[in-house]
């Protein structure tokens, strides 16, 4: 069997969430295929570009090996001497949710492989599992995303359905560019949350700051206000820089943006490299992929 799974963005609202701040994400066009077939070994196999890169099931090893072994004890006959073959558009580490779509992608086949029907809030309980062996204590809005399949406003917490889909009619001039990997969504949660620890006053007004640019943000999108959506993505972008979680190439690449026609520009996901968005007029769209095809991968 084979199963396709989106990547996705995060519109605004990336670690705010963390601390119950909502986030606007939506999954994108681009995402990862997965197929199951017959393995040629007793064991659980993962492989990735046509089978040159191979993970195992493996309770001691690394992230993925041991999200493996957890996924193949909770699912025996699903995975028992089988292999899957990833076939993945999304860039690692690129803050686009490929380990999310992984997870998801997974826990869909083995649903499928022992017959059970898993509602979409089972599925996000089983896929945050499966994302802390690689993020620690992630917020759960790269999943809900994936899983809602539509643009969603995210809450931590508030993990029962409905995720209060937003359902602007269309997101016609958005683009998404990748600027490189990034350092790992932990590594930048954990250093953003020292320094919170360390100025909580001044941390306390962003979080502030970022709740009100996703509140008016949700409203201009669903106004099809795209002029004023893109002027909140570019503040989100500041307070993110504030946090500490832009880089030069990532601002480099929003400016790059903005001066090419967009409405407004920002990183996406954990920052620390990886990709960046921006929103601009449908007409204007060729001239801001054009810009940045100099210096990113546009997806
Ligand atoms: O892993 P990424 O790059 O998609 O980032 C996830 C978003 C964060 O808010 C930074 C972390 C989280 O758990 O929500």
Redesign the pocket.
């Known amino acids: 069997m084979s199963y396709w799974v989106p990547g996705?963005i995060?519109i605004c609202g990336?670690?705010a969430?963390?601390y119950g701040v909502p986030?606007l994400a939506m999954p994108i066009a681009k995402g990862m295929r997965l197929e199951l077939i017959e393995g040629e070994i007793d064991e659980f196999v993962l492989s990735f570009d046509g089978g040159g890169t191979t993970f195992r099931a493996r309770e001691d090893g690394a992230p993925l090996e041991k999200m493996l072994y957890a996924l193949q004890s909770e699912f025996q006959s699903a995975f028992t001497r089988k292999q899957v073959r990833v076939f993945s558009e999304l860039p690692t580490s690129s803050?686009?949710?490929s380990?999310?779509a992984l997870g998801v992608g997974l826990l869909n086949i083995a649903c499928h492989q022992c017959g059970v029907t898993a509602n979409e809030q089972e599925l996000f309980e089983q896929a945050m599992k499966l994302e802390r062996f690689f993020?620690g204590n992630?917020?759960?809005?790269?999943h809900a995303s994936i899983i809602a399949g539509e643009l969603i406003r995210y809450e931590k917490g508030r993990t029962s359905l409905p995720w209060m889909p937003c359902t602007p009619e269309a997101m016609p001039g958005l683009v998404v560019a990748h600027g490189g990997p990034?350092q790992g969504?932990e590594k930048?949660?954990s250093a953003l949350r020292r320094r919170a620890d360390s100025n909580p006053k001044w941390f306390q007004s962003c979080l502030e700051t970022i709740r009100n640019i996703v509140n008016q943000t949700e409203r201009a999108l669903l106004d099809g206000d795209w002029v004023k959506a893109g002027q909140l993505l570019s503040e989100n972008h500041v307070v993110l820089s504030d946090f500490g979680v832009s880089t030069p190439n990532l601002d480099a690449l929003c400016d790059k943006a903005i001066q090419a026609g967009a409405l407004g520009a920002k990183l996406t996901?954990?920052g620390c490299g990886?990709a960046m968005i921006a929103l601009c007029q449908p007409e204007d769209r060729q001239k801001v992929v054009r810009a940045l095809e100099e210096s990113a991968t546009v997806l």
């Open positions: 996705k995060i990336e670690h969430v963390v986030a803050g686009l949710g380990s999310a993020h992630p917020s759960g809005v790269d990034h969504t930048a949660v996901g954990a990886g």
